[in-house]
């Protein structure tokens, strides 16, 4: 059995942290989307992604997506406990999409498209559930073609940006020996 270093797990709780944070403010961004915007709910679903993102990219080890994901839902969750199961449920679904790719390479490849693939790829399966379970029937068709693809744009944008805090942070050293 592979053993996890305490710098990965330490790595691993600082970004929770601080994607938890985002995630919690995102969450009331997404309560009022709900109330007064619902075509642009979809554009908070990326927020969750930061946290598995940014521990990915930057730790590149298997099980750290899942981990600062569901790290991110627990802080998330400090801001709005009414939320818990969700912002557990997205941090734990987003990480373990997010890992799909790499762990079907056996977490030997780290390619940059690999990210956006998961992304597109997990912002399609949130898109769908969602879909169904606010009731596709009860709104017009032109509704769902401005929503959904918000629901896909998002994850790759905050991907992106994940990436790119991930860069910056091992340009500046951080987690090097992790």
């Not at 996890?4 to 009022?32: F, K, M, N, P, W």
């Amino acid at each position: 059995m592979h053993r996890t270093s305490t710098r990965i797990l330490l790595s691993c709780a600082a970004i929770g942290v601080g994607g938890g944070i985002v995630a919690g403010a995102s969450g009331y961004l997404a309560a009022a989307f709900a109330a007064f915007g619902p075509l642009l709910y979809g554009i908070t679903v990326g927020t969750h992604f930061l946290p598995s993102v940014v521990a990915l990219a930057l730790l590149k080890r298997p099980g750290t997506a899942i981990l600062a994901g569901v790290l991110a839902g627990l802080v998330g969750a400090a801001f709005a406990p009414w939320w818990i199961g969700r912002f557990l449920g997205t941090g734990l679904l987003v990480g373990a999409l997010l890992e799909l790719p790499f762990l079907l390479t056996r977490y030997r490849r780290w390619d940059p498209w690999m990210y956006y693939l998961s992304a597109v790829f997990s912002g399609l399966v949130i898109a769908v559930a969602v879909f169904f379970a606010l009731g596709a029937e009860y709104y017009v068709w032109w509704a769902w073609a401005i929503a959904l693809p918000l629901w896909v744009i998002s994850p790759v944008l905050f991907t992106w940006l994940g990436r790119l805090i991930a860069a910056r942070l091992a340009k500046a050293g951080i987690a090097q020996s992790a």
